[in-house]
């Protein structure tokens, strides 16, 4: 029961209108020093206007998710009070699917992204059992580029014995891992080996300075990238990195490939923040010394850029790393920034099949989702038909999941509708797993905007 | 090189947007940027031009202008320019009513108040308070922002020509007791199947079911304005159908459903112009003399510059922080432009809450060309217009203005601007 104010304790010369503080004023530490990151400011700056409820595609198709104002602020204030050592985090925290349109919708600045990540990692470490088996799916989803290295070794035989019937049974019933989908099929040869066959970074070079002569540059002029492919474009889409590497070296940069490990977005998106931790180290590592030397980081896949632009700075501190982040693009979005894209692609013609462009949330939250569609609108020979902003849905690891399967699919009706009613029968998007999904809803191939590029400019 | 355009407009809400859709109209290439979404999803859709002079409520807004003090946005860019930015407004803007006559219409709100506006969604047209039908209003037990009982006494109270009455019921499928409104509106959409009584039905048809008992002769029946997202028209033709009756939306506080549709109507016309523009992304420097020569867009963390001739700030106003204050002064952020005010903040409000507070109108000072003035009256920069709420010299909530001088201001600078570069 809560005890009565008593007239006598309240302060009668107490004025609200008039300034209050300085007389008796003393900062109090509310909440003591630990390890952990600071999200108060974070937290008191929500006003619950609920605009990342809105936002919010899990919420919308399923009653039983509470929403990220609660994943986030609220669930953070309930963790700081007495009780807080007695309330672990929610398990609907593992129903969010990481698409971050929250964080990227609200007014007011809250983190909700990390907060969302701060409390996922929080769960896995301390809620869920290692020796289950959600935790050892979740863990190899999550390190796809593991499975993937495995698969590329032989992609024939990985693509025929992923997709057989009998082991998708086994998936499903032994790990959890949905039988409904396709596996996509593991390139035969990967980007790395081609690049490496091409002669690397001094071929490179050699192409970059002859595109340089042509467009009347200096042969030493400051144009140099590093690339940042991920997994998917090395292991399954070698087509998207190649055509990554001749759209700069069109444009006159130096390109070079350094070493490099999963981004970090699948672990994010399972709480696996120490796998994240351990990749983003590498990739920080092996970026912030080409950085320095005046190298921009350059992505093609629009969770690898989200990665290190955002959750990198957000989750961890790692030398070099402000530095990196700052200086990693989209691959697109670095043409259109500081080359004239538009104006080449404006003047070009291209043989391409239309398109239907559904943009990943991922790169709706780099401000990036208008690009492709308005990029491609002067261009002679393809129509881009944009099939809304709904959420693909599959959101990386989570619609591979058996349990996220159906939500999942929810998700992505709006999508599968608008790109039935849509006119073009190939389908573009910057995620690779927003093409999965798109493929498996519309039986569409689906290409990436690197590959329209490079067929209206080079091709 | 940078991101070019003949006119950029920074800020996405119903300024910025009619600022581009009027430039776009008049030829100009038209790119905008915004940082966030906009206020529009928590507002109500209604759209007002001007509800009240001083306590008197508004019959006809034109009529009313002259009214107003000279520094008014309205008497600013005058009364022929306000009726030409909402003629711009009906023509891209389908599913509203209103623009009939130059009258405000009076329609309730989820409180059981009565609201005098110009421009109403063609959902809440049923419920407008000048019909004399009786009206059912339907609240849901888990969507406590609208307790319908209260909200048809409210209008009772008020003195409506038609009897009210409330109901509460719970809405089919048993959704949870915080459920988000885009749930509601989402299976609505759908036509989702739910359970009811352990028996299976759709979304809709089990709506109408459980309404049906309660309709008792009334004509018309308003519900929380969660009809459907994508296809609310026909969600609610579907309901006026199996109930026999008129059917329409009671305009919500946020977040806003037909605030969300606004939003999306006024974007599809700004693709539909052919113009440019991105979201996510803030302004956070410029380049400038005595004009301005580009702006520095953050893109998640690295500067890229966007270039154009001419300049629009539709940045909103202290919702929306395109007005910020701290204890030492107020100012607008991305230009610095001059915000008058009076150096001690506690002569900035007032003591009781609806009183004439003095922040109310704090904005950019601007003259009838729309460009910002320093502390001296010198303009700022010679190529930058001012739009909306980031104007100063109005009280929108006091005088239920806000859209009008959104669309009368915006529809202005874009007009003004197209002008420099032709």
Redesign the interface.
Known sequence: MSERVEDSTVDESFEP???NTGESYEPVQVFPDDQTMDLRPGADSCTK???C????PV???D??F??PK?QGPEQWRLKQTDEGEEYTIDDSVMDCSNCMRCD????SGVPLSQMHNEARGEYVETEMSKFSRTYWRNRLLANYRTSAKVGTAVPRLANAVLNNSAVQWINETVLGITSEREFPDFATQTFREWWADRGGAAASRENARESRERMGDPADADKQVAYFHGCYSNYNTPEVAKAMVRNFEYFGYEIVVPEQRCSGTPMFANGMLSDARRDAEVNVSSFSDLVDQGYDAICSCTSC??AI??EY?ELFDIDGLDDV?????EAV?YL?????LEGELADATVEFPDLAYHAPCHG????????AV?LF?ELDGVEVE?VGKSCSGISGTYGWKAEKYETSMKIG??MFEHMDHAEPETGLTECPTCSMQMEHGSGYEIRHPLEVVEAALIE | ???ESDVLVVGGGLAGLTSALSAAQAGAHVRLVSY??S?M??ASGLVDLLGYVGDDAVVDPYDAMDRLHDEHPYRLVGTQTVKEGMALFDDVVDGYSGSHTDTNALLPTHGGTVKPTARYPRSAMEGIASDNRDMLLVGFDTLVDFDAPLAAAHLEAAGAPFAADGVQIPFP?D??P??????Y??MLD?DSEVAVSGRKTSAREALAERVEPHLEGHERVGFPAILGD?NTTTVRSTLADALGAAVFEVPMG??SLPG?RLEDRLYTAL?EY?A??????PVIDHESGDAIDHVVVE????P??YSADQFILATGGLV??GVTSNRAGVREPVFDCHIPHPGDR?DW?E?GVFDDHEFARFGVDVGPDLRPRDSSGEIEFSNLRAAGATLGGYDFAAEKSGSGVSIATGYEAGRLATEEIA
């Open positions: 209108t008039q300034p206007c609920s605009t409820d809105t936002n919010c919420a919308a198709v009653d039983e509470p929403g609660f990227d919708a609200c007014p850029s989200m632009r955002q700075p982040s700052t200086h990693t693009y979005e259109r920034a500081f080359e004239d709706r939250n780099q401000g990036l989702e208008r690009q308005e609108r944009d009706e709006e | 090189m940078a991101i966030k979404q206020s999803r928590q499928g959704v949870r915080d459920a988000k409104v885009t749930h509106a989402k759908q994508d946020p977040p969300l693709d052919g440019s523009f991105e979201m996510g992304n893109h998640t963390g690295a890229v510059p929306s922080k506690y409000f003591d």
